[in-house]
């Protein structure tokens, strides 16, 4: 039996995730804020959570992993996150910047530090934090987004270089997925064109058929979480492979 846990899983690409691993024999700890979305699986197991409460996360990580009991290997999948605030960097909302930096980056990194802790270090353990191409690129109105991921690349790049200097390695990975069609797209589609005047290339990605699928991209990341390649880069583009 593989294990996994997922967080932001109750929609979009979380939830898409969850369904391919249970699909693949997985057991699996879902997080999410609400995870009520999520049909019931007798290898499933719901946690609702906020992990923009960084208190929370060692108890959190506790009992996801309890509940999962033991397994041939532990995978823990760093999926939630936000876009907003999308707003210039001089116009920074100080509540939804804190709340977007404890998400996107905090919260990953916390659980990493958390789940390699709590599991055995001779064991196989994957790690993929779900990241996204504007960490390589900055987009005007995305300054919190765009500095949180590429923080989280390099904090996966960092651990990454430290694991490699074990004796049973854990395995991670910063993963941009592609451009998929979840709610998060529609919120980029309706942010004010003042604020995130790139707006009219992701109109255009939805109006061409330009966006993945959430079932299609969780299937090519679980098909990649699965393969001996999982590893050899600390930060990769899935549509690459």
Not at 79 to 89: K, L, Y
Not at 113 to 129: E, W
Request: hydrophobic share 50%.
């Amino acid at each position: 039996m593989k294990l996994a846990i997922v967080t932001g899983a109750s929609r979009g690409l979380g939830a898409a995730l969850t369904a391919q691993l249970l699909a693949d024999g997985y057991r699996v700890a879902a997080i999410a804020r609400d995870c009520s979305p999520l049909a019931e699986h007798p290898q499933l197991i719901t946690l609702d959570a906020d992990l923009a409460d960084s208190q929370l996360l060692p108890l959190l990580l506790e009992r996801a992993l309890a509940a999962l009991g033991s397994g041939d290997s532990v995978t823990l999948i760093n999926n939630a996150g936000t876009v907003q605030p999308i707003a210039s960097a001089d116009a920074l909302p100080d509540e939804a910047t804190l709340q977007a930096v404890a998400l996107n980056l905090s919260a990953p990194m916390l659980l990493c530090s958390h789940f390699l802790a709590l599991t055995a270090a001779d064991s196989p353990r994957r790690i993929i934090n779900i990241s996204s191409g504007a960490a390589a690129n900055p987009y005007p109105g995305w300054a919190v987004y765009c500095a949180t991921k590429a923080g989280l690349d390099h904090f996966t790049r960092t651990l990454a270089a430290e694991q490699a200097q074990r004796a049973v390695p854990a395995l991670a990975v910063s993963l941009y997925p592609g451009v998929i069609d979840t709610g998060m797209q529609a919120e980029i589609r309706a942010a004010d064109p003042a604020a995130f005047p790139n707006r009219p290339r992701f109109e255009a990605l939805k109006a061409d058929g330009g966006l993945t699928t959430p079932a299609a991209a969780a299937a090519r990341i679980i098909c990649y979480l699965d393969s001996p390649a999982f590893g050899r880069q600390p930060v990769l583009d899935i549509r690459q492979l």
